[in-house]
């Protein structure tokens, strides 16, 4: 008989562990891996135009995708939109009843073919080949025609870019379509974000060894709609409407689309450029990468075609397709600075005022400032910013502040709220999944959340585009060192917002809630200046939002209520608001200034403001009946004695014209691609630098919103007027030299203004044969030219650039012009610069020497301002600089304040004699421009446009303060809450957040098993997500009873001993020594 031993038993059981263990896991590697995915997708691109070698390029561990846009005016096409929807044979009537004085072959309705045709509308597209403008002046006459505006087409065009990790060069760039040049293209207007500025990341298995990383989870994951998803709460019942590219009918991500419709000219409702798929995945796909809301009911809009076109018209015909089949959530990836563009903006508003929650991407536009894309910007819309998983915010997510308002008054916080828009996996084009950066990216992201809670709500009445917005923002989380011109409230939190939500009841708030000009970072730019006696107001563009109805007032006017003990009578306050607060939302105007008794002195002061907001009740039977809701806006402010009048700088923003409404050409002509002069040229937008630069220098800059007439120059060291484009009224030409003779100092920093150029760069479009032409220059040269004249100055014509070096500083001239007259007393530095308006007009290089570019003047009389001109703005506007002037701006400062002449410039070699100008005839205006159209100084005059009369200057009404003798909050910002809400109880369930990933899908394997992975909790489980667990149990248990058996077996056999063989003496040993030093014994 052989007997073991009891090492020999434990090795053998050790051992069948070990193949039970193997066993098991090999059946385990049988079953899609939980908790494990592939970092990149199966390679293969949405794109057909695409070379595909371009997407295979060896040295290459990541590719970029970029979309650029451009718009065209279609030709002699014109949308008549309508006050009200009619038929299509009473919207015909009405066209042609105005139209009845015009030759019948000379006009035609545009046949649109799309769902919406059926339907009553109220928007015609109207083609008219002669007569023209009588013909648009007969439309627009009749009494049920609203407004006549061009028909546009927006354009996209593809292209590859430089790998990310540098190495060895990729393919050369592949163009997808024939890029759109300055010349050759409307910029600019209405365009899709849907790739703008976002990279497409190649997903492929192309590299043959890379280092491994951590796998990022999904969105959704991260944001923890898993507990929601848990609770049942899965976006069911929730319609949602992606207006995109398409998708395809059966794409494996997605189970409940609705409905797919097609607004384009193109015979398909299938995806051929895989935007719309992947935004509607973020949304709505239930598997592998997986949306937010899985059970809502997709509605796909298809409203660009694969060649990248879309128009006005079918977006119009789109939304009101939307309003009829009631969508609640609708995602918008498009976008553009154009605010002013009618029949766009009147439709946003008409869909949101039907209880449409539209979520929009904020632009691409990033870092600059001032460059919010409508419909975003709208204060109905939720704007959507990016930030990437870091919690940075994204450099391409556009800022704020609002420019509607500029210049009289202030822009609104924008954007909203940001979320996860870099790196964000979504649904590929026919499978997989792939990676996309972008706020087109952070815009779904939203838009499922907003579907997965408003399925969460029970009531759903009391889910509107307001009460949405106030509990995303209430809820949202701040970001540590970031202003709210970049992240608006602060990071997407959606169980905060889940806890609102559901225990929400109708009321107002305010974005921002409180106003506490104390507070930076967040309050910038308000905290980065105090304020004084004498300054002009400090404007705060509070927006109200009435989560009551889509319509509401303020009653009676807002209560200023100041803290005695806080020093609030220091304060003086003036509101002005929106008389009717429609769709959903209003403006509270609040203007803050310091009262006279606290010149000298220096504190904190607060107060708060009280408003009632009043509703029509839409469930009340009684005639008559209102809901009412008052909410407070607490004010802190710091206060500082009126600075000396040296350091004070009024900054001149009345005389700064933008896109939209007018053609305003950027003041840097080697910018072709970004033509448009359209960031307000604030200080706090494309002049931000300067402006933060002027504050460590310990300069004082305000605003003047109103004409040169209304203010006290006698407050103030130097006005600056910096890119004007406006004219100028002649009562300010008077005061201004009066100002100056009495000690006031102008610096100007101008920009170029040729005639030729302007109407070489104007647009013009092979296809559709329109012009655009500049209604100015990068300046109005000639108004400054009026300005300036009294004192023998102006600026020229020409139109230069290059590179040189001022004191020892270089410097680059970005399309300036010269000094074209100057007296003969005065400082003139010169520079050897080349002719680019010769370049421009017959693309010819020639340089030209002592070009005046700078001069320093002071004025004759006793006591009098001294004035100094540079011919370029560009070091100094943050839009494009190359090189920053900023000590140049010093040095002009320190002239005009404080008299001190800089040695570096009247001393430099480059000093020249001043020219007289008798040698070339100054510019003169553009004859034909359209300048009055949207100027506030000029007026349409038979012939030559005209002064308007002078408008009176702004008068604010101060409110009377009712003090209160108590205490103020020493903390206005606490984590923000709307009125009644009380976030405790809703209780969230205490569980596990599932963490739900997919196994990689092997080159060639089909996806039909990767199922359980990408489960959604909910029904889905009953489907397949508990099946296949259940067999992997049971096949477990099979294995384990197995080895079970086996083992018993082998146990009740009879143990035969072997035996003992006499070792060796050394080897025994040799054997205790092993075993007393721990190790195992070797033979």
């Not at 991407?361 to 919010?372: E, H, K, R, S």
């Not at 410097?811 to 680019?836: H, N, W």
């Not at 020639?846 to 004025?859: C, S």
Request: hydrophobic content about 35%; proline content about 7%; charged content about 20%.
């Amino acid at each position: 008989m052989h007997l073991w031993t009891g090492n020999e038993q434990k090795r053998t059981t050790g051992t069948m562990s070990i193949r039970l263990c193997l066993l098991v896991a090999i059946l385990g590697g049988l079953l899609p891996l939980v908790g494990t995915e592939e970092e990149s997708g199966p390679l293969s691109t949405p794109f057909p135009p695409l070379n595909a070698d371009a997407l295979l390029s060896p040295n290459c561990s990541q590719l970029t995708l970029k979309l650029d846009f451009s718009t065209k005016v279609v030709r002699h096409e014109y949308i008549v939109a309508f006050n009200g929807y009619f038929t299509a044979k009473a919207r015909s009537h009405f066209i042609s009843s105005a139209l009845r004085d015009v030759d019948a072959v000379n006009w035609r309705i545009v046949r649109r073919n799309n769902p919406a045709s059926d339907y009553p509308s109220d928007f015609e597209v109207v083609e008219i080949r002669q007569d023209i403008r009588s013909s648009l002046l007969n439309l627009q006459d009749h009494p049920y025609i609203k407004r006549v505006t061009p028909q546009r087409m927006v354009l996209r065009s593809l292209k590859v870019t430089d790998c990310t990790d540098g190495g060895s060069p990729c393919n050369d760039t592949r163009w997808v379509q024939k890029w759109q040049s300055w010349q050759s293209s409307r910029p600019l207007r209405r365009t899709s974000l849907s790739l703008s500025s976002g990279f497409w990341h190649a997903t492929g298995r192309h590299s043959s060894r890379r280092l491994l990383r951590a796998i990022p989870r999904h969105v959704a994951q991260i944001l923890q709609a898993d507990v929601l998803w848990q609770m049942g709460h899965t976006g069911s019942g929730v319609k949602v409407a992606v207006f995109d590219t398409g998708l395809s009918e059966k794409h494996p991500h997605f189970k409940n689309v609705k409905e797919r419709t097609n607004w384009t000219n193109e015979k398909t409702l299938d995806d051929g450029l895989g935007h719309g798929t992947f935004v509607a995945g973020v949304i709505a796909s239930m598997r592998e990468c997986q949306g937010f809301a899985p059970d809502s009911e997709l509605h796909i809009f298809r409203v660009f075609t694969n060649n990248q076109v879309s128009y006005t018209s079918w977006f119009l015909d789109a939304f009101n397709y939307a309003i009829l089949k009631k969508i609640d959530v609708l995602n918008l990836s498009i976008g553009g600075p154009d605010f002013m563009d009618h029949p766009f903006v009147d439709k946003v508003w008409e869909l949101t005022a039907n209880k449409v929650i539209m979520v929009s991407a904020i632009g691409n536009d990033g870092p600059l400032y001032g460059t919010l894309n409508n419909p975003a910007d709208q204060m109905d819309v939720i704007g959507v910013g990016g930030i990437d998983f870091e919690d940075n915010i994204a450099r391409f997510s556009s800022r704020g502040m609002t420019t509607w308002e500029l210049p009289g008054g202030y822009g609104r916080v924008k954007p909203d709220i940001v979320t996860y828009g870099s790196g964000v996996r979504g649904s590929g084009l026919k499978e997989g999944c792939r990676s996309l950066s972008g706020t087109s990216v952070a815009s779904p992201v939203v838009a499922g959340a907003v579907t997965l809670l408003a399925s969460t709500v029970l009531n759903r009445e009391l889910v509107n585009p307001a009460s949405m917005k106030q509990a995303l923002i209430a809820s949202a989380r701040r970001l540590p060192g970031v202003n709210m011109f970049e992240q608006g409230h602060g990071k997407l939190d959606l169980l905060r917002a889940y806890q609102i939500l559901n225990s929400y009841k109708p009321q107002a708030s305010l974005s921002p809630s409180y106003i506490d000009l104390t507070e930076c970072p967040y309050m910038w730019p308000y905290c980065s200046q105090p304020i004084y006696s004498g300054g002009m107001p400090t404007i705060v563009n509070v927006t109200i939002l009435n989560g009551m109805g889509v319509t509401g007032r303020i009653v009676d006017k807002p209560i200023w209520q100041p803290y005695l003990p806080q020093n609030g009578d220091y304060v003086d306050v003036a509101v002005s608001y929106s008389p009717v607060l429609w769709p959903w939302a209003g403006y509270l105007a609040v203007s803050i200034s310091v009262a006279k008794k606290a010149a000298s002195w220096e504190g904190i002061a607060q107060g708060h403001l009280m408003v009632t907001v009043a509703s029509p009740a839409e469930n009340d039977s009684a005639v008559g009946g209102e809901m009412t809701s008052t909410v407070k806006l607490p004010v802190k402010v710091k206060i500082v004695p009126t600075p000396p009048r040296s350091k004070r700088i009024l900054w001149d923003q009345y005389h700064n014209l933008r896109y939209p409404p007018g053609y305003f050409p950027r003041d840097n002509l080697r910018m072709k691609n970004d033509p448009l002069d359209w960031n307000g040229d604030h200080i706090h937008t494309n002049f931000r630098d300067m402006y933060q630069h002027l504050r460590s220098m310990g300069y004082f800059v305000e605003v003047l919103g109103a004409p040169i007439t209304c203010f006290d120059a006698s407050q103030y060291g130097t006005l600056m007027m910096v890119d004007s484009e406006e004219e100028y009224f002649p009562e300010e030409i008077t005061k201004l030299r009066r100002d100056i003779d009495n000690g006031l100092s102008l610096i100007i920093f101008s920009d170029w203004y040729n005639t030729s150029v302007m109407r070489k760069v104007k647009f013009y479009d092979e296809n559709t044969r329109q012009w655009w032409m500049p209604d100015t220059g990068g300046a109005n040269v000639p108004a400054l030219n009026d300005l300036i004249s009294v004192w023998g100055m102006a600026f020229s014509d020409g139109l230069y650039e290059g590179d040189f070096t001022m004191a020892d500083h270089d410097m680059y001239y970005a399309s300036g012009c010269s000094i074209a007259r100057f007296p003969e007393d005065g400082t003139v530095i010169a520079q050897t610069l080349k002719d680019q308006g010769l370049e421009v007009l017959k693309q010819e290089t020639v340089v030209v020497e002592n070009v005046p570019v700078l001069g320093l003047y002071q004025t004759p009389t006793e006591g009098g301002g001294r004035i100094a001109l540079y011919g370029d703005s560009n070091c100094i506007d943050d839009s494009h600089r190359q090189k920053d002037c900023f000590w140049l701006l010093d040095a002009l400062l320190q002239y005009t304040s404080y008299s001190m002449t800089p040695p570096s410039l009247t001393h430099s070699k480059n000093r020249v004699v001043p020219p007289t100008g008798s040698d070339r005839s100054l510019p003169q205006r553009l004859e034909g421009n359209h300048l009055y159209r949207y100027s506030k100084v000029l007026e349409a005059h038979l012939g030559d446009p005209k002064p308007r009369p002078l408008p009176a200057c702004p008068h604010l009404s101060w409110a009377k303060p009712q003090p209160l003798n108590e205490t103020a909050p020493s903390n206005l910002w606490k984590h923000q809450k709307l009125l009644s809400v009380d976030m405790d109880k809703v209780a969230l369930p205490n569980v596990r957040p599932y963490r739900p990933q997919v196994r990689p899908l092997s080159p060639g394997e089909s996806g039909a098993w990767d199922i359980p992975g990408g489960i959604m909790p909910g029904r889905y489980n009953q489907e397949v997500g508990q099946t296949i667990p259940v067999f992997a149990f049971l096949g477990a248990m099979v294995v384990l009873s197995f080895f079970v058996v086996q083992l018993t077996k082998s146990k009740s056999k009879p143990k035969r001993r072997k035996p003992r063989v006499k070792r060796p003496l050394y080897l025994q040993q040799q054997q205790q020594q092993t075993t007393h030093s721990g190790r195992n014994p070797t033979v």
